[in-house]
T-cell receptor, first 112, second 111 residues
Framework: DTEVTQTPKHLVMGMTNKKSLKCEQH?????MYWYKQKAKKPPELMFV???????INESVPSRFSPECPNSSLLNLHLHALQPEDSALYLC???????????FGPGTRLTVL | RKEVEQDPGPFNVPEGATVAFNCTYS??????FFWYRQDCRKEPKLLMS???SGNEDGRFTAQLNRASQYISLLIRDSKLSDSATYLC????????????FGKGTKLSVIP
């Protein structure tokens, strides 16, 4: 079962709000990822967790804070976002490297 | 030079046509190669991995030429449901978790 789930599907938040995006996979994958995708652009990598440890942070602003509570879960905590942060946020997982990554359906975020 | 370059789209083809997408990558240390498809406002979905020996999955054939750093995808007997954006994806080097995405090529299959 190659399924990655994400909640919520849609999120609208103000610039002073705090919210969290959630991602879950039950494929036993050891690497999990957050991507940001703007319209008509390819996904941009934000963070990589490998064996529950943050291994890559692609110079993402501190208003985005990732968390990996266990090997199946990945969160992205949002605080004081800007309207330009509005995008589709995708979670992905892979068995390791250089294996295929499987994407969740994404959370469509709108920052007002 | 862009890391992963793809054909500029869009490709508009009639049903039943054969269409080919090409992709070049700049990082000679890349080890893994993939084609993903992405429907409008949906997530990328893995179409197929690409192996040095070439591989086929039904109507889809992928080829890799490491010497030329070139990847291709051939779709035979196009269906309306093949309409999507096709992303060429390459890992960023030995031992790397990072994937580098091409900008994608949009395919529209017309009745």
């Amino acid at each position: 079962d190659t399924e990655v789930t994400q909640t919520p599907k849609h999120l609208v938040m103000g610039m002073t709000n705090k919210k969290s995006l959630k991602c879950e996979q039950h494929m036993g994958h050891r690497a999990m990822y957050w991507y940001k995708q703007k319209a008509k652009k390819p996904p941009e990598l934000m963070f990589v967790y490998s064996y529950e440890k943050l291994s890559i942070n692609e110079s993402v602003p501190s208003r985005f804070s990732p968390e990996c509570p266990n090997s199946s879960l990945l969160n992205l905590h949002l605080h004081a976002l800007q309207p330009e942060d509005s995008a589709l946020y995708l979670c992905a997982s892979s068995q390791g490297f250089p294996n295929e990554q499987f994407f969740g359906p994404g959370t469509r975020l709108t920052v007002l | 030079r862009k890391e992963v370059e793809q054909d500029p789209g869009p490709f508009n083809v009639p049903e039943g046509a054969t269409v080919a997408f090409n992709c070049t990558y700049s990082n000679s240390a890349s080890q893994s190669f993939f084609w993903y498809r992405q429907d409008c406002r949906k997530e990328p979905k893995l179409l197929m991995s690409v192996y040095s020996s070439g591989n086929e999955d039904g109507r889809f054939t992928a080829q890799l030429n490491r010497a030329s750093q070139y990847i291709s995808l051939l779709i035979r007997d196009s269906k309306l449901s093949d309409s999507a954006t096709y992303l060429c994806v390459v890992n960023s080097g030995a031992g790397s978790y990072q994937l580098t995405f091409g900008k994608g090529t949009k395919l529209s299959v017309i009745p």
